[in-house]
């Protein structure tokens, strides 16, 4: 049962509603974007010695470095994971099932995520990923020309395991288990180095067995507060999602020099699914249907391989070239069978079918120019063909009516980038960049049941950067200024309809819009940091974007169907403060335990100008997040263990004149324990989601005639992990 004080959240939403209409939508161009370049920024480093060089105090370019062992630390199965924990970086929804990866409280195409410095392919969920294939991840905070800027919250860049000292054979094996779940999986990591070559795989494998209960609730209340409809659902979800995926990758060096490198992701997932729903009236209309229960199988396949050449030229010169192929394939088929006072009531399969396959080409040329300056220029371009079917079959047995469509489009996505950049030192403690990129975009996509339609666009974009570091102190300051921008998602594009059962303003159907424009963003970010001791950090960072044609989810009621469509609107601000500090013990007290103790807390502020408040936040943003941490190691180095905090706040939010939400607030506590037998083998514990805490998702819809809430509770259980691991 729900709490009582989900409907005392509609009642507060009636005084700010009671004389509204519902919204309309308005439109304007279009765009899609993919990213693409190396995984590191050209860059002149302020250091004294390779042994003293970290990137996140000596480059230009603000960064935050995650390495491999804070990667695997708490033998996660999925990156996600991993990414709640970090300085700065949110991840939505419930715990165990997905979510988006934010930075600076955005999703939704706000934060950038690259893979060795590239948009994932198509299709493949970063949730998928392995932590185990990943060397490093990248945290960027400001835009740079070799990156795509379409970053405006920031770029994630997440590089995985490519270098091959010698020879390695790594073996993990776990299982993990809570209330509701069993994850077992599986990974192998070889590498090799033979004069010339080099070579390394990973592969990886992990399934899913989950059973859950998400009961959902629905009320109805008049203008004036009396409670008119009342209805609960028992829904019941089971589902086996598994995966495994494959990374290989080539390097030949050349007796002359040059560098040849093959690398390739080859990556498939299977779910198959059956969801059971129950919903009683308590008070008012029933649903057109009271029972529902659908079935699925889904499949889907990805394929992405590059072929990389670097080669010096001397006199500090070098020309880096790649060029990539991508593919990917996704199935599924959906039954349906809905219910009304014990009655069939319809009956619906849905198949769908999706391909599309890719050509990428990158460059770059990079040379010492003048003194102390690193220019670079480059390019970076790619065609992409999509092609997506789907064909619904419904009937209705007690009207004795049928309905069939069969859906078809294509779409052309044709993108050329072209970058210049300088770094430069003006003294030994002060060092610039400057950067510009121009990113030219067209989409074209035609179909069977909308009219073939084409987009351009581009946008310019400088950039500058700038690091000094205060004489006579270990103090330093960063400022940086940009242009970034977000374009429309491929889905956000398509006028294609996706129906629901019972429609209404809480669960409406949902269409792309093929006008919609990108979003421009103007930032400035600065920061102050200060390295107290060996690995002692204490930062203070703030940053505000101003963006153009914002984008949200608008409302419409066409036909006697309620549609969600999104619509550029107006324009927004967004402000951030971040504070951050770790070190270890030994930095304030000698001849302690040997722990490493971290802390982080981000405020976030945004406002939507043509959204009316309170709440009227950007993308439902995370207004206040913060981290904890202590990882401790005993004498002797055998056993190590620790224990994480996480907090995400919520509340309530504005999308628009008549729809807001609830955010839920999440509490993420996790510890682990690490036991070494000796240099081949150790054994890993972890329990994550200690604390168990449900999670909510509540929208809300008020207009002249009342309010009407939905909101559904995913119950949260903890999960135990023991995993074997063993190198040889």
């Given at each position: 049962?729900?709490?009582?004080s989900?409907?005392?959240?509609?009642i507060?939403?009636?005084?700010?509603?009671?004389?509204t209409?519902?919204?309309?939508?308005?439109s304007?161009?279009?765009?899609?974007?993919?990213?693409?370049?190396?995984?590191?920024?050209?860059?002149?480093?302020?250091?004294?010695?390779?042994?003293?060089?970290?990137?996140?105090?000596?480059?230009?370019?603000?960064?935050?470095?995650?390495?491999?062992?804070?990667?695997?630390?708490?033998?996660?199965?999925?990156?996600?994971?991993?990414?709640?924990?970090?300085?700065?970086?949110?991840?939505?929804?419930?715990?165990?099932r997905?979510?988006?990866?934010?930075?600076?409280?955005?999703?939704?195409?706000?934060?950038?995520?690259?893979?060795?410095?590239?948009?994932?392919?198509?299709?493949?969920?970063?949730?998928?990923?392995?932590?185990?294939?990943?060397?490093?991840?990248?945290?960027?905070?400001?835009?740079?020309?070799?990156?795509?800027?379409?970053?405006?919250?920031?770029?994630?860049?997440?590089?995985l395991?490519?270098?091959?000292?010698?020879?390695?054979?790594?073996?993990?094996?776990?299982?993990?288990?809570?209330?509701?779940?069993?994850n077992?999986?599986?990974?192998?990591?070889?590498?090799?180095?033979?004069?010339?070559?080099?070579?390394?795989?990973?592969?990886?494998a992990?399934?899913?067995?989950?059973?859950?209960?998400s009961?959902v609730e629905?009320?109805?209340?008049?203008?004036?507060?009396?409670?008119?409809?009342?209805?609960?659902?028992?829904?019941?979800?089971?589902?086996?999602?598994?995966?495994?995926?494959?990374a290989?990758?080539?390097n030949?060096?050349?007796?002359?020099?040059?560098?040849?490198?093959?690398?390739?992701?080859?990556?498939?997932?299977?779910?198959?699914?059956?969801?059971?729903?129950?919903?009683d009236?308590?008070?008012?209309?029933?649903?057109?249907?009271?029972?529902?229960?659908?079935?699925?199988?889904?499949?889907?396949?990805?394929?992405?391989?590059?072929?990389?050449?670097?080669?010096?030229?001397?006199?500090?010169?070098?020309?880096?070239?790649?060029?990539?192929?991508?593919?990917?394939?996704?199935?599924?088929?959906?039954?349906?069978?809905?219910?009304?006072?014990?009655?069939?009531?319809?009956?619906?399969?849905?198949?769908?079918?999706?391909?599309?396959?890719?050509?990428t080409?990158?460059?770059?040329?990079?040379?010492?120019?003048?003194?102390?300056?690193?220019?670079?220029?480059?390019?970076?371009?790619?065609?992409?063909?999509?092609?997506?079917?789907?064909?619904?079959?419904?009937?209705?047995?007690?009207?004795?009516?049928?309905?069939?469509?069969d859906?078809?489009?294509?779409?052309?996505?044709g993108?050329l980038?072209?970058?210049?950049?300088?770094?430069?030192?003006?003294?030994?403690?002060?060092?610039?960049?400057?950067?510009?990129?121009?990113?030219?975009?067209?989409?074209?996509?035609?179909?069977?049941?909308?009219?073939?339609?084409?987009?351009?666009?581009?946008?310019?974009?400088?950039?500058?950067?700038?690091?000094?570091?205060?004489?006579?102190?270990?103090?330093?300051?960063?400022?940086?200024l940009?242009?970034?921008?977000?374009?429309?998602?491929?889905?956000?594009?398509?006028?294609?309809?996706?129906t629901?059962?019972?429609?209404?303003q809480t669960?409406?159907?949902?269409?792309?819009?093929?006008?919609?424009?990108?979003?421009?963003?103007?930032?400035?970010?600065?920061s102050?940091?200060?390295?107290?001791?060996?690995?002692?950090l204490?930062?203070?960072?703030?940053?505000?974007?101003?963006?153009?044609?914002?984008?949200r989810?608008?409302?419409?009621?066409?036909?006697?169907?309620?549609?969600?469509?999104?619509?550029?609107?107006?324009?927004?601000?967004?402000?951030?403060?971040?504070?951050?500090?770790?070190?270890?013990?030994?930095a304030?007290?000698?001849?302690?335990?040997d722990?490493?103790?971290?802390?982080?807390?981000?405020?976030?502020?945004?406002?939507?100008e043509?959204?009316?408040?309170?709440?009227?936040r950007?993308?439902?943003?995370?207004?206040?997040?913060?981290?904890?941490?202590?990882?401790?190691?005993?004498?002797?180095?055998?056993?190590?263990?620790?224990?994480?905090f996480?907090?995400?706040?919520?509340?309530?939010?504005r999308?628009?004149?008549?729809?807001?939400?609830?955010?839920?607030?999440?509490?993420?506590?996790?510890?682990?324990?690490?036991y070494?037998?000796?240099?081949?083998?150790?054994?890993?514990?972890?329990?994550?989601?200690?604390?168990?805490?449900?999670?909510?998702?509540?929208?809300?819809?008020?207009?002249?005639?009342?309010?009407?809430?939905?909101?559904?509770?995913?119950?949260?259980?903890?999960?135990?992990r023991?995993?074997?691991?063993?190198?040889?």
């Amino acid at each position: 049962m729900l709490r009582p004080s989900l409907i005392a959240l509609c009642i507060s939403a009636l005084p700010a509603y009671a004389q509204t209409s519902a919204t309309s939508v308005t439109s304007a161009p279009a765009t899609t974007k993919k990213a693409a370049t190396p995984d590191k920024i050209q860059q002149v480093e302020i250091k004294g010695n390779a042994n003293t060089y970290d990137p996140r105090r000596d480059d230009t370019a603000s960064k935050i470095v995650v390495t491999s062992e804070e990667i695997k630390r708490y033998g996660d199965t999925s990156v996600l994971d991993v990414f709640k924990r970090l300085p700065g970086i949110t991840v939505s929804g419930a715990s165990g099932r997905g979510g988006e990866i934010r930075m600076r409280g955005l999703g939704s195409g706000y934060t950038q995520i690259l893979i060795n410095g590239e948009r994932a392919p198509a299709g493949f969920s970063i949730d998928q990923l392995s932590p185990d294939v990943i060397e490093r991840i990248e945290i960027l905070r400001a835009a740079s020309a070799e990156f795509s800027t379409q970053s405006i919250a920031g770029t994630i860049n997440i590089v995985l395991k490519k270098s091959v000292q010698k020879a390695q054979r790594e073996l993990r094996a776990g299982v993990g288990r809570s209330r509701d779940a069993s994850n077992p999986s599986a990974s192998l990591q070889m590498s090799d180095r033979v004069e010339g070559m080099s070579y390394s795989v990973s592969a990886n494998a992990m399934m899913v067995d989950y059973d859950r209960q998400s009961p959902v609730e629905e009320s109805a209340l008049t203008p004036d507060g009396r409670l008119a409809m009342l209805r609960r659902t028992r829904a019941h979800d089971q589902g086996t999602p598994y995966s495994i995926s494959l990374a290989p990758r080539i390097n030949w060096t050349g007796k002359k020099g040059g560098t040849l490198t093959w690398q390739s992701l080859v990556a498939a997932n299977r779910n198959d699914y059956h969801g059971y729903a129950v919903t009683d009236t308590l008070l008012g209309q029933a649903p057109l249907y009271d029972v529902r229960d659908t079935d699925s199988k889904g499949t889907n396949a990805i394929l992405r391989s590059d072929l990389n050449w670097v080669r010096e030229l001397g006199e500090g010169a070098k020309i880096d070239l790649k060029l990539g192929v991508n593919g990917m394939r996704n199935r599924g088929t959906w039954r349906e069978h809905d219910d009304s006072m014990g009655l069939r009531g319809r009956d619906a399969l849905v198949l769908s079918r999706t391909s599309e396959r890719g050509l990428t080409s990158t460059g770059k040329y990079a040379t010492s120019w003048k003194k102390d300056h690193a220019l670079s220029m480059g390019w970076d371009g790619g065609y992409t063909l999509r092609d997506d079917a789907r064909i619904e079959d419904e009937a209705f047995p007690q009207g004795g009516r049928s309905a069939y469509s069969d859906e078809r489009y294509e779409a052309k996505l044709g993108r050329l980038a072209l970058f210049v950049q300088d770094e430069w030192n003006l003294t030994p403690r002060w060092s610039m960049y400057l950067g510009l990129r121009w990113e030219g975009l067209e989409t074209t996509s035609e179909g069977n049941t909308f009219a073939t339609t084409t987009n351009r666009s581009s946008v310019w974009s400088p950039l500058a950067q700038t690091l000094y570091k205060l004489p006579d102190s270990r103090d330093q300051l960063r400022l940086a200024l940009t242009r970034t921008y977000k374009a429309p998602a491929a889905s956000s594009l398509i006028p294609r309809r996706f129906t629901t059962p019972n429609n209404s303003q809480t669960d409406p159907d949902y269409r792309g819009n093929p006008d919609l424009k990108p979003e421009l963003a103007t930032g400035i970010d600065a920061s102050y940091e200060h390295y107290w001791a060996e690995k002692a950090l204490l930062s203070a960072s703030v940053s505000v974007r101003r963006i153009q044609d914002f984008t949200r989810q608008g409302l419409i009621l066409e036909n006697g169907r309620w549609i969600q469509t999104p619509v550029n609107d107006g324009d927004a601000v967004t402000r951030s403060l971040e504070l951050e500090a770790k070190f270890p013990l030994s930095a304030v007290r000698k001849g302690g335990p040997d722990l490493d103790l971290r802390a982080s807390i981000s405020r976030n502020w945004s406002r939507v100008e043509e959204v009316p408040g309170p709440h009227n936040r950007l993308d439902q943003q995370t207004p206040l997040s913060a981290t904890l941490g202590v990882d401790w190691r005993a004498p002797g180095g055998k056993l190590s263990a620790g224990s994480s905090f996480a907090f995400k706040s919520g509340g309530p939010v504005r999308i628009n004149l008549n729809q807001s939400g609830y955010q839920s607030v999440r509490r993420d506590l996790d510890m682990y324990a690490l036991y070494k037998f000796n240099p081949k083998y150790q054994l890993r514990f972890a329990v994550s989601n200690i604390l168990r805490q449900d999670f909510l998702d509540d929208s809300v819809y008020t207009d002249a005639s009342g309010t009407q809430c939905r909101t559904r509770v995913f119950p949260g259980y903890a999960m135990a992990r023991l995993t074997l691991e063993a190198r040889y």
